[in-house]
């Protein structure tokens, strides 16, 4: 079989698809498509493989490309070494990760020189093959025929064979995957305080003496244990569960060396097992399986953030509608900004109503103008330092509008990354003339209109959906974060003109170079009539038009078909399912009752197959859809502005701001979020929060417990009640170690994994907030 035959049928049976399927999407991956292009214009192609799935394949092509690449390097360099054989060759084609290849190629690999070399070149292997075919003789016995000045003693005769026969375990293919399995299987991870560093990493404290086994780490605690082991906090070892679980991996060692009698030969031959194990082998398998438990971590992290990701910028839009956007403050004053409906700044003010300067009466009058001037309907509010005050500010203001006047809506907004921007080269460019303060004001007012159109202006990273972000591998998180906003952007499409720069880059065919290309032609010749014009856009051809077109839309254009995801390719079909209503095109977008009641088959024809022409009529029904939900918004209790305010069994609103794999953290308005613990989501048994909420959700919530001392808020939105603060605080006290682990989140910042506590059956079986604060994210 062939490499890329290889390849399609190794990818084929981890995204449940067929051989054939990932060969064409390979195709048309190589020839420079995008995979929102494939997954939306090339079903036929393809077999209808969906976006999520051509993700999976083009992160595997990857890594299968590489391990390929590796095998023929190895190959060569046995080759050239003159010792390929055919069973050789065999096992090394037959290698499916590159774990299995380098232990093959070991023995081959060229080398520093070892003390198994030494011993060779001393004249020791014929001792070692003494050994091994003579079991009933003394090895000290065999051994002094070699002594040498070289070998000056007995002693250094056999731990000369010693060290050619570990040499030679510990490049057994077949004995590292058997104690690699054995390891992933039995193994435990083993967390130790170093001496003197207790107060220094206290919020680590879970892990001062911590045992838990390898293979059930969830990636929170792993990435967290690997983060305290880095600051010099704890110790790590990864081992066999006790003396027994290394007897017996000793015991397959020896195995090895078919040592099972009882001569002389036999008991020496246990020995070098036993020494292989300590001094060789067990560190080597410590060695890979923390990478393993890094690896597996940090893809499991980079899932949960593109996760959120996806849901933040995938956020219901409040629309084009004036909105004055406020970035809270108490010393430095809350910006203010207001943006028209169309998002362009019309006007900035900084308010100073708290302390020093407590200007309530100067702050009020000026939102007051400000609203009134421009009409505003939507008031953004960041959710930062002094948010609530900020909010009752604005509730205080509303109250004094004329009467019959309709008050706007106003909505807290994360205003995660927000500072980010405000400091980025775009920004300034942007807005040149405006304060680096004010452009954060903007930023919040903006992202409430759109989400989407103003995140893609921040690095993904800075919006602080993740869990331990910047422990992961970056190269990956970015890669991965970047596939997450393609996604996105060409899920919802871009409104050709009216985009920013930063949102076309991310459209399927286009990039920085291009997307800037297309708002100076803009800019230069004005809207563009219809996407056809796109070609008069200098180095835009034909291949980037193909690839972008259908994700651009023209609206009230020349073509009424510019306004749909119908591909420009594909409107002779739109045309004919069109013609076959008997009504003009305007007419029948639309018009479900007419379409509907056509057969998808009769307009398939050689160049487009049944899923091309559902979409057609799918898109003709519903032209320029948005898949993003309806706008809605948490309404904060009044009265509830500090976690003091909180009390047992209150029953809130909020929003949700972050999902990680034990529970999800909720906005109540208290500038502390809450944990639902995964047991607290739902009256079933949950295994991925995911299942139930996403970022950007709107949830009721009941109080389950209140930590003032430490910051803690415990919530449940278990409609039988979930664990009340009573039996939460016992089911805690009920751990082992009675701690309930970290602290919650604070916004705007990254919020990684806090450690904690062993796991208590008991206390898991309440939902406690005992176990939801072991597993709760500390923002750092």
Not at 1 to 25: F, K, L
Not at 267 to 277: E, H, I, P
Not at 325 to 334: K, M, Y
Not at 432 to 445: C, F, H, K, M, Y
Request: glycine fraction near 8%; charge should be neutral.
């Amino acid at each position: 079989m062939d490499t890329t035959a290889r390849i399609a049928r190794s990818i084929a049976t981890q995204i449940g698809a067929r051989p054939e399927q990932v060969g064409a999407a390979v195709a048309l991956i190589d020839e420079g498509a995008t995979i929102p292009f494939i997954a939306r214009y090339r079903k036929e192609a393809t077999g209808g493989l969906d976006d999520t799935q051509l993700r999976t394949l083009g992160e595997r092509l990857i890594y299968l490309r590489e391990l390929e690449t590796r095998r023929e390097t190895i190959l060569r360099s046995i080759r050239e070494q003159g010792k390929l054989t055919d069973d050789l060759t065999r096992a090394i084609t037959r290698a499916e990760t590159k774990s299995a290849l380098e232990d093959i190629y070991l023995p081959y690999k060229p080398k520093r020189r070892t003390k198994a070399m030494i011993a060779r070149e001393n004249g020791l292997e014929p001792l070692a093959e003494a050994i091994l075919a003579n079991r009933s003789a003394p090895p000290e016995t065999l051994a002094e025929s070699y002594i040498t000045d070289a070998v000056p003693t007995v002693k250094d005769a056999l731990n000369g064979a010693r060290d050619i026969l570990t040499e030679r375990l510990a490049e057994d293919a077949g004995l590292l995957g058997d104690l690699r399995g054995y390891m992933h299987k039995e193994a435990v991870m083993i967390s130790r305080v170093v001496e003197g560093q207790e107060e220094k990493g206290a919020k680590f404290s879970d892990y001062f003496d911590h045992r838990e086994p390898w293979s059930k780490m969830p990636s929170h605690r792993a990435l967290a244990m690997l983060r305290a082991s880095k600051e010099g906090i704890v110790t790590l070892d990864i081992a066999p569960p006790d003396d027994t679980g290394s007897d017996r991996a000793v015991a397959m060692i020896a195995a090895r060396l078919d040592a099972r009698g009882d001569g002389p030969g036999d008991q020496w031959l246990r020995k070098v097992a036993g020494w292989t194990w300590r001094v060789k082998l067990g560190l080597s398998m410590m060695v890979d399986l923390m990478g393993d438990l890094r690896a597996r971590a940090q893809d499991e992290a980079i899932v949960v953030f593109a996760r959120n990701l996806r849901d933040l910028l995938l956020a219901a839009p409040a629309g084009q509608r004036p909105t004055l956007g406020l970035d809270p403050g108490i010393r430095t004053g809350v910006k203010a900004a207001v943006v028209d409906s169309t998002g362009k700044l019309v006007e900035t003010a900084t308010l100073y109503p708290f302390q020093p300067k407590n200007d309530l009466r100067g702050a009020q009058a000026t939102l007051l103008a400000m609203i009134a001037k421009h009409g505003i309907e939507l008031v953004a509010i960041g959710n930062g330092t002094a948010s609530r005050e900020t909010e009752r500010l604005v509730a205080d203001t509303l109250k004094s509008l004329p009467k019959g006047a309709k008050p706007p809506a106003k909505v807290v907004v994360s205003e995660a990354g927000a500072s980010v921007y405000s400091a980025s080269e775009l920004a300034a460019r942007e807005f040149p003339d405006i304060d680096v303060s004010l452009r954060g004001a903007v930023s919040i007012a903006r992202r409430l209109q759109d989400p989407l159109s103003e995140l893609v202006k921040i690095e993904p990273k800075s919006i602080g959906v993740g869990q331990y972000q910047h422990d992961v591998d970056q190269h990956r998180l970015s890669r991965t974060l970047e596939a997450v906003v393609e996604d996105a952007v060409n899920a919802v499409g871009v409104d050709l003109n009216t985009a920013s720069v930063p949102l076309l880059s991310h459209v399927s065919g286009l990039g920085p170079g291009l997307a800037e290309a297309i708002v100076a032609h803009r800019n230069t010749h004005g809207a563009f009539p219809t996407r056809k014009t796109l070609l008069k856009v200098a180095r835009l051809g034909p291949r980037a038009f193909e690839q972008c077109a259908g994700f651009l839309r023209i609206t009230d254009g020349g073509e009424p078909l510019d306004a749909s995801a119908v591909h420009p390719e594909a409107y002779g079909v739109a045309r004919r399912i069109v013609s076959a209503c008997g009504r003009d095109l305007r007419s029948v977008m639309g018009d479900s009752a007419a379409l509907t009641r056509l057969d998808p088959q009769d307009f398939v024809d050689d160049a487009f197959g049944l899923p091309t022409v559902r979409d057609i009529i799918a898109e003709l029904e519903k032209p320029g859809r948005d898949p993003r939900p309806d706008f809605v918004t948490a309404s904060f209790a009044d009265g509830v502005e500090h976690i003091r305010d909180l009390k047992p069994d209150m029953v809130l609103e909020g929003t949700v701001t972050n999902v990680a794999a034990f529970g999800a953290f909720v906005d109540i308005g208290v500038h502390q979020d809450g944990l639902v613990h995964v047991s607290q989501l739902a009256d079933r048994f949950v295994k991925d929060p995911h299942e139930v909420v996403k970022a950007g959700d709107v949830v009721k919530v009941r109080v389950t417990e209140i930590d003032i001392p430490r910051n803690r808020i415990g919530l449940t939105m278990r409609k039988d009640g979930g664990a009340s603060a009573r039996d939460a605080s016992a089911a805690r006290d009920a751990a082992p170690d009675g701690k309930p682990g970290g602290k919650g989140p604070r916004r705007g910042k990254e919020q990684p994994g806090r450690a904690e506590a062993k796991e208590d059956a008991r206390a898991e079986s309440t939902g406690s907030l005992g176990d939801a604060l072991r597993d709760a994210m500390r923002k750092t």
